[in-house]
């Protein structure tokens, strides 16, 4: 059974920054494009960040290039996300999910508050 | 960008009876490898998304054959023949064809 457990959310300051971990079991890590979405509270999906099978290739939604970056460590079967210079407007729960939205996480909640 | 219109925002449906929601991309989906990547989400009140359809017309394992995906060009459909309770909850569309991956405002379902 796929597994995706996101965790390191919490609450952060304007302009702070917070690492998001997923820790992914239950099928072959390695071998798939992952990703990371959000959900802001009340709002829609939007997708933020792919990464490819071997972290050679990334893509970002401009709202976050810059700031956000994807990472993962193959050995450990685990997905990253380093988020950087925090806006209000990048409260949400963050979900990790397989590249092309297969399976998801229960998702993780950023709040950025002073 | 490729803006995923999805129509009509808010669906009430009576139990037994069909629903239809539509998805219109601003632009072709079709990848060069042939393949039109859009896919169709149900997130249920209070739960993660789960990816029913895929590649317009392929169902996800598990999932009830009363959801049907179709269309083709920037113009796609999920139907549900029959809508059930647990059908309760809010539809996206999304595209995997170009970067970046982009979603539909989102359908929300009630019975």
């Known amino acids: 059974e796929v597994q995706l457990v996101e965790s390191g959310g919490g609450l952060v300051q304007p302009g702070g920054s917070l690492r998001l971990s997923c820790a992914a079991s239950g099928f072959m890590f390695s071998g798939h494009w992952m990703s990371w979405a959000r959900q802001a509270p009340g709002k829609g999906l939007e997708w933020v960040a792919n990464i490819k099978e071997d972290g050679s290739e990334k893509y970002y939604v401009d709202s976050v290039k810059g700031r956000f970056t994807i990472s993962r460590d193959n050995t450990k079967n685990s997905l990253y996300l380093q988020i950087n210079s925090l806006r209000a407007e990048d409260t949400a729960v963050y979900y990790c999910?397989?590249?092309?939205?297969?399976?998801w996480g229960q998702g993780t909640l950023v709040i950025v508050s002073s | 960008d490729v803006v995923m219109s999805q129509s009509p925002l808010s669906l009430l449906v009576t139990l037994g009876q069909p629903a239809s929601i539509s998805c219109r991309p601003s632009?072709?989906?079709?990848?060069?490898?042939?393949?039109?990547?859009l896919s169709w989400f149900q997130q249920r009140p209070g739960q993660s998304p789960r990816r029913l359809i895929y590649k317009v017309s392929n169902r996800d394992s598990g999932v009830p054959d009363r959801f049907s995906g179709s269309g083709s060009g920037t113009d796609f459909t999920l139907k549900i023949s029959r809508v059930e309770a647990e059908d309760v909850g809010v539809y996206y569309c999304m595209q995997g064809t170009h970067w970046p991956r982009t979603f539909g405002q989102g359908t929300k379902l009630e019975i």
């Open positions: 632009q072709s989906l079709i990848y060069s490898d042939g393949y039109t990547y």
């Open positions: 999910a397989t590249g092309a939205g297969q399976d």
